[in-house]
């Protein structure tokens, strides 16, 4: 994906937030989302560790160069008037060749309603569209996140897709939501049917 493949920054500032990447600091803000159930439902797998946390974080710790199918930008999202981690966004390089990244976010419940996941995803996709030179972003997310499904709608994303009991999570059949934009319906942080003509 050579369109993609420019510095990408290290911290990124919103209205309310800053997202930067993780510190080996950051661990315990970290575990105390990813450890809980009702966050770990949605993503098919077990809640994590506090060694996972503080694992994933030192893996991630060099940033990525983001040229290749699978590299992935992670960044801690946090509060720009108090410290500490509320939440992360996730940009994965699902395709270079075809300039497709797969988008994604997890917050502490303790911030829900706060609109901070459609603020920091809105900033993350100003990235991949503005300076990562991304053609299409999708996420995938559990038909019985509604938060998520809120998120996605409200940053201007179609419904491209449902299917039906295509992930196992422990012994619930999981079914999923395939949400996309493309460059051209994204336009300075608008989605391009909420612009004026």
């Known amino acids: ?4 493949s420019q510095h990408i920054p290290t911290a990124i500032a919103t209205e309310r937030l800053v997202l930067r990447t993780f510190t080996p600091d950051d661990a ?27 694992e994933s974080i030192a893996v991630r710790a060099g940033g990525t160069s983001w040229k290749a199918d699978g590299d992935v930008l992670l960044l801690a999202v946090c509060r720009a008037d108090e410290p500490g981690v509320v939440g992360e966004v996730v940009l994965t390089l699902s395709s270079a060749a075809a300039r497709q990244a797969e ?25 991949a569209f503005d300076r990562l030179g991304a053609h299409r ?27 039906i009991d295509n992930d196992l999570d422990g012994e619930r059949w999981g079914s999923e939501y395939v949400y996309a934009i493309l460059a051209h319906e994204w336009k300075d942080g608008t989605p391009a049917g909420d612009r004026e003509n």
């Open 1 to 4: 994906m050579s369109a993609v």
């Open 103 to 127: 988008i994604g976010w997890i917050f502490n419940p303790r911030y829900a309603g706060q609109g901070y996941a459609s603020e920091a995803a809105r900033a993350l996709l100003s990235l």
């Open 137 to 163: 972003v999708f996420a995938r997310l559990d038909v019985l996140n509604t938060a998520s499904v809120r998120v996605c709608e409200r940053l201007g994303m179609r419904r491209e897709a449902h299917l």
């Open 28 to 54: 315990d803000d970290r575990y105390a989302y990813q450890s809980l159930p009702e966050v770990a439902r949605y993503l098919y797998r077990p809640p994590l560790t506090r060694e996972a946390c503080a």
